[in-house]
């Protein structure tokens, strides 16, 4: 072998154990968000198994919660003092799909699991209650409590515009849908006088008048930050 392919030799072995290996970037894309809306405020995870996925996937969590207290004239005798308890605490899991490739419009849904929620509403007097010929004394009112319950685990349809994973490193995007929780169930206790009156047994009537009310729209905002290049 001669000396100039000997040297030849040299160099392209030397170049090759210097030269920078060429890493290529992760098919699968992830990213960190910030959710805000009539579910409440909370944060997400999104997911998409490739760039420009027409199906990509989040996993979220809100909070939304209520409890002041408040005062309801029953009549100019009358007044209820109501103190609510609402809290909503919803773990939400999304599949978005995307049927134009250059468009962020995209088709959702999924489910829902409600975490320890709480929907119910205390309720007492301090003037008592007067109605026609019915009056129930401040101290003899008692306590009235009321609790609604609707699925614990509740789907969901939707749409919006916006990626789970955003193509620039800070993505924003919102989503508008419906939740469906099912017929509510009521929880109905009374003491006092009021617990010798036939409206417990007016309870299943009740549930009955509100079987409509088993959809949550809502609507949702997100930012968005891609975690991977």
Same mark, same amino acid.
């Given at each position: 072998?001669?000396?100039?392919?000997?040297?030849?030799?040299?160099?392209?072995?030397?170049?090759?154990?210097?030269?920078?290996?060429?890493? =290529?970037?992760?098919?699968?894309?992830? %990213?960190?968000?910030? /959710?805000? *809306?009539? !579910? $409440? @405020?909370?944060?997400?995870?999104? &997911?998409?198994?490739?760039?420009?996925?027409?199906?990509?996937?989040?996993?979220?969590?809100?909070?939304?919660?209520?409890?002041?207290?408040?005062?309801?004239?029953?009549?100019?005798?009358?007044?209820?003092?109501?103190?609510?308890?609402?809290?909503?605490?919803?773990?939400?899991?999304?599949? =978005?799909?995307?049927?134009?490739?250059? %468009?962020?419009?995209? /088709?959702? *849904?999924? !489910? $829902? @699991?409600?975490?320890?929620?709480? &929907?119910?509403?205390?309720?007492?007097?301090?003037?008592?209650?007067?109605?026609?010929?019915?009056?129930?004394?401040?101290?003899?009112?008692?306590?009235?409590?009321?609790?609604?319950?609707?699925?614990?685990?509740?789907?969901?349809?939707?749409?919006?515009?916006?990626?789970?994973?955003?193509?620039?490193?800070?993505?924003?995007?919102?989503?508008?849908?419906?939740?469906?929780?099912?017929?509510?169930?009521?929880?109905?206790?009374?003491?006092?006088?009021?617990?010798?009156?036939?409206?417990?047994?007016?309870?299943?009537?009740?549930?009955?008048?509100?079987?409509?009310?088993?959809?949550?729209?809502?609507?949702?905002?997100?930012?968005?930050?891609?975690?991977?290049?």
């Amino acid at each position: 072998m001669s000396t100039r392919l000997l040297v030849l030799l040299l160099c392209t072995v030397g170049m090759s154990a210097f030269a920078t290996p060429t890493i =290529d970037p992760p098919s699968r894309k992830f %990213s960190l968000g910030l /959710l805000g *809306g009539t !579910l $409440g @405020y909370g944060a997400e995870v999104g &997911y998409s198994p490739r760039e420009r996925s027409n199906w990509q996937f989040r996993l979220g969590f809100t909070h939304v919660g209520y409890k002041k207290p408040f005062d309801v004239d029953v009549n100019d005798d009358s007044k209820l003092h109501l103190s609510p308890l609402v809290r909503m605490n919803l773990l939400q899991v999304h599949a =978005d799909w995307f049927p134009f490739s250059r %468009s962020s419009f995209h /088709l959702t *849904g999924g !489910l $829902g @699991y409600q975490v320890n929620p709480s &929907y119910a509403v205390l309720g007492t007097s301090d003037t008592g209650l007067i109605l026609d010929d019915i009056e129930i004394k401040p101290e003899d009112f008692g306590n009235v409590e009321l609790q609604l319950r609707w699925w614990q685990v509740t789907p969901h349809l939707g749409l919006g515009v916006g990626r789970a994973v955003p193509k620039n490193r800070i993505g924003v995007g919102f989503e508008l849908g419906c939740y469906y929780l099912g017929s509510p169930k009521i929880d109905f206790s009374t003491t006092g006088l009021l617990d010798a009156t036939t409206l417990p047994d007016q309870i299943p009537q009740i549930e009955h008048n509100m079987r409509n009310y088993s959809f949550l729209p809502y609507l949702l905002f997100s930012l968005k930050y891609r975690l991977t290049p």
